[in-house]
């Protein structure tokens, strides 16, 4: 039987180990499994069959670290906002930019996906239509209980949800074909080593997409950072464009394309969906008014349109592969 050689501090990583005689783990009999009870794959037969698996607890309570912040403030901010990932209307929903995306990751099937830091796993479980599994790896138990309500109702087979730090992920090397991450990047004030760790699980030949908003150097980003976290504690900041380039290349990955789109908001629902506190929510609507009549630039492109305030980001894709 194959051995998972995965190394890391065991406060991080608690491997339990199945029951003797337990049969393995069937993900296409157990649509959206409760994460809690989910195996994952500690090694993928080569010829694409899956011939081991094993539960894993992979966040000891409040030690892990994500990079910004501890384990346990990271599920408290975005435990506020599960519920908002799946509501009609949501961003993380939007086909058009999900269409997107999915122009320049390719899926085929038989192949293995992960979503790392994928929330309730939209973006994961959009690409993973074509593939042989996706997993949607989250450290948040109210993202992946949402996503994996989801997949019920959908009566979905092929979809399975992992509590795991992005920074520690519990998987060996050379595990799946596809890795992507969406909008998690400017939650990190250390893109390195998640983005090391997307690499050593990618299979030699496979890909490495992530995506996230991106802002200016200098004083404008510095006061749309400031924004951001005043609308949501778990902004540290959004990635510069160079500087992502660059830690791609060096996480040893080689970039074949990129790409950028802008996409619009309105101002008041892009603020709810964070659900600030109401004296943080009037001064970052008074800042945006200001730059839309003409005043100091916030770095979120603040208008008028047709009667209402929006904000425009400008999401950076960029599509590697691991040699």
């Known amino acids: 039987m ?28 157990n649509p959206g499994n409760d994460y809690r009870n989910i195996y994952v ?17 992979t966040v000891a309570a409040g030690t892990a670290m994500i990079g910004c912040m501890s384990a346990e403030q990271s599920i408290r901010e975005f435990t506020r906002q599960a519920a908002s990932f799946e509501a009609p209307g949501s961003h993380f929903a939007d086909l058009g930019v999900l269409d997107w995306i999915a122009g320049y990751v390719a899926v085929h099937p038989g192949d293995r996906l992960l979503d790392v830091a ?19 790896a989250d450290i948040t138990p109210a993202m992946l209980e949402q996503g994996a309500q989801t997949v019920r109702m959908e009566g979905r087979h092929d979809v399975v949800f992992v509590q795991a730090d992005a920074m520690a992920l519990p998987f060996p090397d050379a595990q799946f074909e596809v890795v992507v991450s969406r909008f998690a990047l400017h939650h ?9 760790e997307m690499q050593r699980v990618c299979t030699p030949g496979g890909s490495v997409t992530v995506i996230d908003m991106v802002t200016e150097t200098g004083s404008m980003g510095e006061r749309m950072d400031e924004l951001e976290r005043l609308r949501d504690p778990s902004h540290v900041a959004c990635p510069r464009s160079s500087r992502l380039r660059d830690l ?48 100091a630039p916030t770095g979120l492109r603040a208008a008028e349109a047709d009667g209402a305030l929006t904000i425009t980001y400008r999401d950076l894709l960029l599509h590697a592969s691991r040699g």
């Open 2 to 29: 194959p051995h998972c050689d995965r190394s890391t501090d065991a406060s991080v990583l608690r491997p339990l180990v199945r029951r003797p005689n337990e049969a393995p783990y069937d993900h296409r009999e």
């Open 41 to 57: 794959p500690t090694s993928i037969d080569p010829r694409g069959g899956i011939d081991y698996w094993q539960m894993w607890s």
């Open 118 to 136: 994928g929330g309730t796993g939209q973006l994961g479980r959009h690409l993973g239509r074509s593939a042989e599994l996706c997993v949607v």
């Open 188 to 196: 990190l004030t250390d893109i390195g080593p998640v983005l090391r």
């Open 248 to 295: 791609i290349t060096g996480a040893g990955l080689r970039l074949v394309s990129e790409a950028t789109r802008d996409q619009r908001f309105l101002a008041e629902p892009w603020l709810d969906s964070a659900q600030p506190k109401p004296e943080a929510r009037e001064a970052i609507l008074e800042a945006l008014r200001a730059e839309a009549a003409g005043g």
